[in-house]
């Protein structure tokens, strides 16, 4: 089976200008939105406040969490709806806390974050919590064993494993009734009286909560920093010992410079944030991105030999049309399984996998529209004689 | 079958045997990440300053105490900075003397005579000596104290030169534990000479408001009841590292309270002071906070309690402390994460889902546009996947969140050398080759690309390995043992998979 009968026979070059154009309009607006407008959201992972992902028992708009956090000073906080019916939300601190002592930092990070999971809860369960009863929503394995070794000292450990396999598996315990109808908790109704009577089912449970200081938050800058270095000083080092003439090098070092930046432009118009696992996806980009482009050049070099007499325009469109079902497929398999990351994966990968969406399908408009213009541009700039017959 | 093809089915057999070996049972090769099983995960820097500090006030101690034995004479002894003090107003007449004092004492210090003047400079190998030693204490004293606490599996390593990271699986409230770990925890048992009174001032006035010399104040703890100020004897009679053992139990009004029993050392030095001292109040002092005063009734010998309106957690995490021993230095948190398990447990689902869903897509696209080759292709990828587990069995490697979208990704592309391979065959059979023939110059021809495109990704991954944290560590090693495992299973397995079923003279091939 073929997708295209014959070789296809496109003119890609005919485009090279509004290619060309195209790249830079995005990269422009791109950093112009870096520069003067959103700019770069850093994440928590460089030292940027607190991320909490918390689960309400019942659904909650974002405007009464937002109503929640104005009342206790922290309005401008970043709220995030992620999934799950109005339950689950996704909390980032921005305000800063100015302290007497650097060395005080992280905590005034968790003061804050401390202070939304506080403005969080009901009031009716700050109430029951202060008459001495327990948040089954929130005790962990090793309290909630203690807590009930008080009546049942002989099976507090396994009780306690049952409930918390329950909750871990349905986020939060909506009605207590269900740890004695579920089959695999069936709490006996002694346990459940004992509970009825000592706990409560808070309305709400903090999913995870990431802090980094500002001097972790520094260093995890720099490593990413010497990542991102190390990795293009291999990649230009590859493509000095791949490539034999210098056309084609510089071609390969813009291709992926523009790779970087056009994955970049388009993030910063989201309002996805820059951590780790970002920087990660986009040494992987320029990783990946590469090859295509190498074998291109590759086969030019092949058919210059065949082709002499043809002018390199043509050469390199010819170039192009063999290798564009592979260019394709090999980013679209790729593709289709970052999709499956994007759609499936859950919130906690997804502004990974949307960068590197970008990444592929931007992997393959370099290689076809930018790799061979840059080289013909490159010539005509610096080697005008040796061109123009 | 052909003889070579013997060989190579062998060797895939027990590639694929290995790893199987590699990571059967999977729930116990399998390593999760703090990100999919809930947990939390802590970064925290040793102030090894402080052990600098300490030593060097010892070491001005030391001297005091040798210079003063010794008949020579000085007017100040003080301490300048961590690592550097100096005596002043000495006599330089003594100089040859003190010099010959100060070689037998101790070697780590460099000191310089200027006019009545020795100051003393700590060196820089023994600045380092001690600055090793406080991070490997602490690592011990954390170590000990989470032991103690019952915490399954932590992680305790230390990062760089002066940071100890501290993973805590199923901790997802880690508040009690933090507090656990960065509380000092020096245990002092100190003589009260006055107090309590509710402010300094007044305490001072019967001592004409200066704090005379060998005595210091100290705060009553609120969270024990003690709102106000004692003053107390400088040397304490006993401390913490006297302690023989330590035990939760009660007071006589049924209060958890703190048992503990002395070593011989300190037993006899606790029954001279408490002997001499009965009817005073004895101060227990725990970071520089007085915990209870009580009355001493009578002569004890080698055991007491410590009482203090603990509430039952608070004496457990006091016994932990007391037994794992003080930190010789303090910490400061750089970074936590925490991660309940639900988000955990959710996020294996759904990676699990999305992995699923790629792979079944990608199988679906390859089976659909080169038919009977695809199989092939799928063939192939399944090992591929199947060595990735087996490589993070071996190397006990941790599943991240990451790690998975690193898999994820290996799934899309594993088959990207099997669609070079298969369309340069394409090529070669529009060319008018046999299908032999343009099998072999089909894998001939795409080798280099195919290892050109795994090396250039390897290679951002191997930095982002060297650079990276926990979770993208994770990425890094899946994203390689992926690729690595693919120049294996798309190009020999693949291959022999072409050879075993196409025969020689074939005349079409399903691609």
Not at chain 2, 38 to 56: P, Y
Not at chain 2, 156 to 170: A, F, H, M, N
Not at chain 2, 427 to 438: D, P, T
Request: proline share 3%; glycine share 8%; charged share 20%.
């Amino acid at each position: 089976m073929k997708i295209f009968k014959k070789t296809t026979q496109i003119d890609f070059l005919k485009y090279k200008w509004i290619a060309l154009g195209v790249t830079f309009a995005i990269i422009l607006a791109g950093i112009l939105n870096i520069t003067l407008g959103k700019g770069l959201k850093m994440g928590v992972d460089f030292g940027e406040g607190t991320l909490i992902r918390v689960q309400f028992k019942d659904p909650v708009s974002v405007s009464a969490i937002r109503k929640l956090l104005s009342d206790v000073g922290l309005g401008k906080s970043i709220i995030q709806e992620t999934g799950k019916e109005g339950r689950e939300f996704q909390i980032r601190t921005v305000e800063t806390r100015s302290t007497k002592q650097q060395e005080q930092e992280l905590e005034s990070h968790q003061i804050l974050a401390n202070k939304v999971i506080e403005a969080l809860k009901s009031k009716d369960d700050q109430q029951r919590a202060a008459q001495g009863l327990i948040d089954l929503n929130n005790i962990d394995h090793k309290a909630l064993t203690a807590f009930l070794a008080q009546a049942f000292p002989d099976k507090s450990e396994e009780l306690a494993g049952r409930i918390i396999d329950y909750r871990t598996k349905h986020g939060l315990i909506i009605d207590l009734n269900q740890l004695k109808q579920d089959p695999e908790v069936n709490l006996p109704d002694e346990v459940l009286n004992f509970l009825q009577k000592k706990t409560f089912l808070g309305q709400m449970t903090v999913l995870s909560k990431e802090t980094v200081g500002p001097q972790a938050g520094k260093e995890l800058r720099k490593k990413a920093t010497q990542a991102v270095i190390w990795s293009l000083v291999a990649m230009l080092v590859y493509i000095a010992f791949r490539f034999k003439g210098v056309e084609y090098g510089a071609s390969a070092i813009i291709t992926l410079f523009q790779d970087v930046l056009i994955a970049l432009s388009i993030y910063s118009f989201t309002n996805r944030e820059i951590n780790l696992p970002i920087i990660a996806a986009m040494l992987t980009i320029v990783g990946y991105s590469i090859n295509d482009t190498i074998v291109v050049f590759d086969r030019i070099r092949e058919l210059k030999k065949t082709m002499r007499r043809e002018p390199l325009e043509k050469i390199m469109n010819t170039s192009i049309n063999i290798n564009l079902t592979r260019t394709i497929f090999t980013a679209g398999t790729t593709f289709l399984a970052v999709l499956s990351l994007f759609l499936f994966g859950g919130k906690v990968i997804n502004d990974f996998a949307f960068i590197m969406l970008i990444g592929s399908l931007e992997g393959v408009y370099s290689t076809i529209f930018m790799s061979c213009p840059v080289v013909l541009f490159w010539n005509s700039l610096f080697k005008n004689k040796k061109f123009r017959k | 079958m052909k003889k070579n093809l013997r060989w190579k089915l062998i060797i895939i057999l027990a590639v694929i045997g290995l790893c199987i070996f590699l990571i059967y049972p999977p729930q116990n090769k399998i390593k999760l990440g703090l990100d999919l099983k809930g947990g939390t995960h802590l970064l925290l820097q040793v102030m090894t300053e402080d052990a600098i500090n300490a030593e060097t006030d010892q070491q001005i101690a030391r001297f005091e105490d040798v210079f003063k034995k010794n008949n020579i004479t000085y007017t100040q002894a003080a301490k300048e900075k961590p690592g550097r003090f100096f005596v002043a107003g000495v006599n330089p007449d003594q100089e040859g003397k003190i010099r010959d004092l100060v070689d037998q004492y101790t070697r780590d210090w460099d000191y310089t005579f200027t006019g009545d003047k020795i100051i003393f400079t700590l060196k820089q190998v023994a600045a380092q000596f001690l600055r090793e030693q406080a991070v490997t204490q602490t690592l011990e004293t954390i170590r000990n104290r989470i032991d103690q606490f019952g915490v399954a599996e932590p992680v305790i390593q230390k990062q760089g030169s002066d940071r100890i990271v501290v993973e805590l699986p199923g901790i997802d409230d880690p508040e009690r534990v933090k507090n656990l770990i960065k509380v000092t925890a020096v245990l002092e048992f100190k003589l009260v000479k006055a107090g309590p009174l509710p402010d300094e001032q007044a305490l001072l006035q019967e001592f004409g408001g200066k704090v005379p010399e060998d005595v210091e104040i100290v705060k009553g703890d609120p969270k024990r009841g003690h709102q106000g100020f004692y003053l107390v004897n400088k040397v304490a009679a006993i401390t913490g590292k006297d302690l023989r053992t330590v035990r939760r139990g009660v007071d006589e009004w049924n209060n958890p309270a703190v048992h503990f029993t002395l070593t011989a050392e300190g037993a006899r030095r606790f029954e001279q002071v408490t002997g001499q001292n009965v009817g005073k109040q004895l101060a227990i002092i725990l970071d520089g906070k007085l915990q209870s005063a009580p009355v001493i009734n009578s002569r004890i010998s080698d055991s007491g309690i410590i009482q203090g309106r603990f509430t039952p957690e608070e004496a457990d995490d006091l016994v932990v402390i007391l037994k794992a021993g003080a930190l010789p230095a303090g910490i400061k948190y750089l970074e936590e994460r925490t991660v309940g398990p639900s988000l955990g447990s959710d996020s294996i689902r759904q990676g699990l889902i999305a992995g699923l869903v790629a792979i079944f897509a990608v199988m679906a696209f390859m089976v659909f546009y080169y038919q009977l080759s695809g199989l092939n292709a799928i063939i192939a990828l399944i090992l591929n996947e199947l060595i990735i587990f087996g490589a993070m069995g071996y190397f006990k490697a941790t599943f991240t969140l990451p790690g998975i979208a690193g898999i994820i990704l290996g799934i899309g592309m594993a088959v990207d050398a099997n669609i070079l391979i298969f369309e340069r065959i394409k090529e070669e059979l529009a060319l008018g080759k046999n299908v032999a023939s343009a099998i072999n110059t089909g894998f001939s021809r795409a080798f280099s690309a195919i290892f050109d495109s795994n090396l250039t990704t390897i290679l951002s991954a191997i930095f982002l390995f060297q650079f990276g944290t926990g979770p993208i560590k994770g990425y890094a090693v899946t994203l390689i043992c992926g690729l690595v495992a693919n120049l294996f299973t798309a190009v020999f397995v693949s291959r022999f998979i072409f050879d075993l079923t196409v025969p020689m003279n074939a005349k079409r091939l399903s691609i």
